[in-house]
């Protein structure tokens, strides 16, 4: 069974997500966005290449693998309604202290932690 989760981030038409199948938790998914981040240090280059270039989501970006299905680009009232999805990924190209950052939201723990993507991968991170 996957551990399924969204990838997002906040456009002109408010926010936008796809779907990520496999791997979504904090140590697989958040991970690797977080080397993708590192690796190319251009955030708005990322979010093209996950989200805008692939509205029908991941099977796992991990193995670069696309999902099987087109769900196309959720939107916050579908998150509204979204049972299954376990993580929330939402990519900021600046904070408000101008660094690049992610939210990493746990919806079964209701819990939600920032990550600055030009700083070392945190600890909470690299456990599963």
């Not at 408010?14 to 993708?36: C, F, N, T």
């Not at 708005?44 to 999902?67: F, R, Y």
């Not at 939402?90 to 600055?116: I, Q, S, W």
Request: contains cysteine; aromatic residues 10%; hydrophobic residues 35%.
């Amino acid at each position: 069974m996957g551990t399924r989760a969204l990838i997002g981030y906040n456009s002109e038409d408010g926010w936008r997500a796809v779907y990520h199948h496999w791997d979504g938790y904090p140590s697989g998914l958040g991970a690797e966005l977080h080397e993708r981040y590192q690796k190319s240090n251009d955030l708005a280059q990322l979010i093209k290449e996950v989200i805008t270039d692939h509205p029908g989501g991941w099977s796992t970006l991990m193995n670069n693998e696309p999902g099987q299905r087109d769900h196309g680009l959720w939107t916050a009232e579908d998150l509204d309604n979204a049972f299954d999805i376990e993580y929330v990924y939402t990519l900021f190209p600046m904070h408000e202290l101008g660094r690049p950052m992610m939210n990493v939201e746990d919806c079964r723990a209701g819990t939600l932690r920032k990550v600055y993507l030009d700083s070392p991968l945190p600890k909470w991170m690299k456990e599963d």
